[in-house]
């Protein structure tokens, strides 16, 4: 079963960019998809985008659409998310989560980063 | 504006029952599988039902879901206080060619 570990929280100036990782582990020979899920403080969840460990393949939500890119490192099995142009309005909790398939549910989740975007 | 709808809010005593409503349309409830996560504070979710009506092992039997037409349901049966959590649905949406998700549920055991 696919374990994920997050990198660390993450503190950025509005305008600036966040690169966030998410390693996967336990799982070495079955393909996977990875989703990125944030969170607002005091808010729900919401999908970002997801792409899959094999060829690369990404979809992402419309609201993110230009200003987000995922993508895999497969030697280390390492995913990461570019989110550009941050607002305060991006200050969130962001997760990565894992899915068997594009439309099969994510039931692996990482433990999520915090990033706080304040001038 | 979420795709899905929730009530913002159930609550129930310990022992009770409820019931949490997920509406949403033919581009994602109507066309896809239903799944729902419980977010216990501060923690990541965890998925309770999925395709619509699956319960993952180690899931407690008194979680079950439903889905008919546009909308799905998430039933809790003898509440517990440890149940005291955010749950949200999700699916996917061929319209938006994306996963959405529900505005969440905050469930309260009194």
């Known amino acids: 079963q696919v374990q994920l570990a997050q990198s660390g929280a993450e503190v950025k100036k509005p305008g600036a960019s966040v690169k966030l990782s998410c390693k996967a582990s336990?799982?070495?020979?079955?393909?996977?998809?990875v989703h990125w899920v944030r969170q607002a403080p005091g808010h729900g969840l919401e999908w970002m985008g997801l792409?899959?460990?094999?060829?690369?393949?990404?979809a992402y939500a419309q609201e993110f659409q230009g200003r987000v890119t995922m993508t895999r490192e497969t030697s280390t099995n390492t995913f990461h998310m570019d989110l550009s142009s941050l607002t305060s309005e991006d200050t969130a909790i962001y997760y990565c989560?894992?899915?068997?398939?594009?439309?099969?549910?994510?039931?692996?989740w990482g433990q999520g980063t915090l990033v706080t975007v304040s001038s | 504006q979420s795709a899905l709808t929730q009530p913002p809010s159930v609550s129930g005593t310990p022992g009770q029952g409820v019931t949490i409503s997920c509406s949403g349309s033919f581009s994602n409830i109507k066309s896809n599988t239903v799944n729902w996560f419980q977010q216990l504070p501060g923690t990541a979710p965890k998925v309770l039902i999925y395709k619509s009506n699956q319960r993952p092992s180690g899931v407690s039997d008194r979680f079950s879901g439903s889905k008919s037409g546009t909308s799905a349901s998430l039933a809790i049966s003898g509440l517990q206080s440890d149940d005291e959590a955010d749950y949200y649905c999700?699916?996917?949406?061929?319209?938006?060619?994306?996963?959405?998700f529900g505005g969440g549920t905050k469930l309260t055991v009194l």
């Open positions: 989560a894992a899915s068997s398939g594009w439309y099969a549910v994510f039931d692996r």
């Open positions: 336990g799982n070495s020979f079955t393909t996977f998809h």
């Open positions: 792409i899959d460990s094999t060829y690369g393949r990404t």
């Open positions: 999700a699916t996917w949406d061929d319209n938006r060619k994306g996963w959405v």
